[in-house]
């Protein structure tokens, strides 16, 4: 009876560790994503760049126009005491509040020709931004101003000089 009770208590105990070894035990955890709001750019309107009047010389001649608005001359261009429709370009950036995004200016000139004459043309170049080359939306928005430069040839012929094309600006999140 000893030898059975011995048996059965082994036996038992051996059950009962190989249940524990082979047992199963499983979690569940959720799964989710959070859509962001898309980022989005648009020119606000009547804001487009425009350098104003500038009087052409004999030699070639730059204007910087700054985003904030303010231009300058060098060489052979002069800015007018009438200085006609001066404006940085602005756009409006949307989107995900506090998020940070990074901007793309051209890196190709754009050339602007004389709408009367088409054979006189214009290089405008070295665009800037503000903010530079980041920027953060605040409350989901933020205000991008674009200036430039203007390269004048020599006896600049008179007349309005706009792009063919349009440039264009690319916001994308960091």
Do not use: W
């Not at 082979?22 to 989710?32: I, L, P």
């Not at 007018?80 to 602005?90: K, N, Q």
């Amino acid at each position: 009876m000893k030898t059975s009770l011995s048996f059965f208590i082994i036996n038992a105990l051996f059950c009962s560790v190989f249940n524990h070894v082979q047992a199963q035990s499983s979690a569940a955890a959720d799964v989710s994503a959070t859509i962001s709001t898309p980022i989005a750019i648009e020119k606000i309107s009547g804001n487009d760049l425009n350098f104003g009047n500038i009087a052409s010389g004999k030699s070639a001649g730059l204007v910087i126009l700054n985003t904030n608005g303010v231009r300058v001359s060098e060489g052979g261009a002069t800015l007018p005491a009438s200085t006609g429709a001066v404006s940085v370009a602005e756009f409006l950036v949307t989107g995900e509040p506090l998020y940070s995004f990074s901007i793309t200016l051209p890196s190709n000139p754009i050339t602007i020709v004389n709408s009367v004459n088409p054979a006189e043309t214009m290089i405008v170049d070295r665009f800037i931004s503000s903010p530079e080359a980041t920027g953060t939306l605040p409350g989901g928005k933020q205000v991008l101003k674009i200036g430039a430069r203007l390269q004048i040839n020599p006896g600049q012929a008179p007349g309005v000089y706009i792009s063919a094309l349009p440039f264009n600006v690319t916001v994308n999140y960091n």
